[in-house]
Each structure stands twice: as structure tokens, then as C-alpha cells.
């Protein structure tokens, strides 16, 4: 397996990516690909926090994205919980072999950790805020299955035809997002904030991603 980091794209890459969303025939649909592309490549939400975006995170005032500590999953079929919530609940199983499955599912969406639970602002791209607004204005939030979003981005993968369509995953959307903030000058603890990292030194890898930091100090020195 590919680590997540070595799957986060380039500025380049990026603006391909969305370009191969672009060529999505269907308007709609083509929007709301473009929309979950820049939720991760740039907001760097997981998987699982864009599948579960609705109006009630989002504070459009303040700009800004709050990811709760628990929320109702009624995404599955007859209200109940999606795929994705299931999976994650049999995966807690695994470690809790005593604990029934309706008892866990009962508390289902949960953020991956305790960190993950965090404010998210968005209000430094245009594009970003349109992106949202649309999913909110015309759904609420993300109205599909974790699988659809996953389809949405291979399709946009190979319609991207300078892209591989293993080039990057849902995943490697969020480490796209993190290398490009840092990259621009964010420090540890507000990359830290954003990310909702528990661990440092995860924020630390991305803090030198292709020589940006080095670049920039260059700069600072050289004027």
C-alpha cells in the first residue's frame, strides 16, 4: 500500500484533478465532485467527515467548518447507519469482542479521535466557499455514501488524463491539503489545529514537503 503521504498531489497535479471533474458531463454532478475534491484537497476533511457534512457544522457567518464530537448517522438504508459507519463499528468490535453491535452503532458518526473534533475555516478561498455553499444550498451537505464520494474521484481520476488513476485517494486528498498549507507558511500548531493531528510529528512531516520551507526561509534572507 501506498503511504497517504506519497498520494498527496502537487499544486499542478491538483489543478488537474479538478479540471478532469470538470469534464464530468453531468452539471450537477460535475459540481459536487468538484466540491468533494476541494473539501479534502483543501480543507483536508477525512473521508468520513465529508460523508458526513450537514448544515449543522457549518457556522457560514464565520465561515467556518466545526466537526462535531458525535453526530446521528441516518445515511443508510431506512434511516439507519451507512456503510461507512458500519464498517468502523465492526472495526471497534474487533478490539471490544463483549460489546454488541446496535451499542455502538447507536453512537455512530464519530470522529476518528478525540482531536479530530475541531474547527475548520474556509473562508480563504473562493472557491472553497462556493464549494460549500453549493453542497449546503442544494443538499444540506453531502447527501451521498461514502462509496459514491469514492466513485466521484476515480471518475475524476480518469478524466484527468496527465493523472494516473492511482495517483491519489480520499486520503491522499487530506495529505494534498496539508502539504499545500504548510507549504504556504502555516505553522505546527495551527496546521496541528486544522488536521486534528493527536500526534506532532505528524504535523512535522508535511512541514518541509518538495523544499517549501527551506524555499521560503531562502526568501526571507535573500530580499
Sequence with gaps: MVATRERALSEREFELLLEGAGRIGD????????AAILLGGRLG????????LSTSWVDRERQ??????QQNCTKGRDGG?????????????????NTDFQSFAERYW??????????????FSYRVRVA??????????????????????ETALKLS??????ATSLHGLRATAASYHAGRGL?????????????????????????????RALDSIHQ
Design 27 to 34: 452539471t450537477q454532478r460535475r459540481l459536487e465532485t468538484r
Design 81 to 97: 447507519i451507512c456503510g461507512y459507519c458500519r464498517q468502523a463499528v465492526k472495526q471497534r468490535l474487533d478490539h471490544n469482542p
Design 132 to 153: 460549500v455553499e453549493l453542497l449546503l444550498d442544494e443538499h444540506g451537505g453531502w447527501p451521498y455514501s461514502f462509496s459514491t464520494l469514492q466513485r466521484r474521484l
Design 187 to 215: 505553522d505546527l500548531p495551527a496546521l496541528r489545529a486544522m488536521f486534528g493531528w493527536e500526534d506532532i510529528t505528524t504535523a512535522r512531516q508535511y512541514l518541509n514537503v518538495d523544499g517549501a520551507m527551506t524555499r
Design 110 to 123: 464519530l470522529p476518528k479521535t478525540e482531536a479530530a473534533s475541531r474547527t475548520v475555516p474556509y473562508h
Design 64 to 69: 467556518m467548518i466545526q466537526i462535531p464530537t
Design 45 to 52: 476533511l477525512r473521508p468520513g467527515e465529508t460523508t458526513h
Design 161 to 166: 488524463p496527465e493523472l494516473s488513476n492511482d
